[in-house]
């Protein structure tokens, strides 16, 4: 599976951005996707996470209530819906991918793909 993640950019806080993580591979419905961010000078930390079909989703602590993940397998794409943005969520973000179940951690995930950058401005 080829991960690719986009829709950083720029933005106020309190602002909102939706990220996409286009996935290559007839098998992509196979697979739970989960989001990790990673600001400078920090450990890479888990987001957010959903199931192969879509059934169970996961949130980091920080950001329950105001980021939704959601998957459309039709078109090979998972979503991060960001909203509420603070400066704290300054970070790349990145998907990856594993077989079926969600799990937090990083080590668990397969497939990554590229980050894409989401700044939160004061």
């Known amino acids: 599976v080829q991960l690719q993640a986009s829709g950083g950019g720029l933005v106020q806080a309190g602002g909102s951005l939706r990220l996409s993580c286009a996935a290559s591979g007839r098998t992509f419905s196979s697979y739970a996707v989960g989001w990790f961010r990673q600001a400078p000078g920090k450990e890479r930390e888990f987001v957010a996470a959903?199931?192969?079909?879509?059934?169970?989703?996961n949130y980091a602590d920080s950001v329950k209530g105001r980021f939704t993940i959601s998957r459309d397998n039709a078109k090979n794409t998972v979503y991060l819906q960001m909203n509420s943005l603070k400066p704290e969520d300054t970070a790349v973000y990145y998907c990856?991918?594993?077989?079926?179940?969600?799990?937090?951690?990083?080590?668990?995930?397969?497939?990554w793909g590229q980050g894409t950058q989401v700044t939160v401005s004061s």
């Open positions: 990856a991918a594993r077989l079926y179940f969600v799990v937090t951690t990083h080590s668990g995930y397969d497939y």
């Open positions: 959903i199931s192969w079909n879509g059934d169970s989703t």
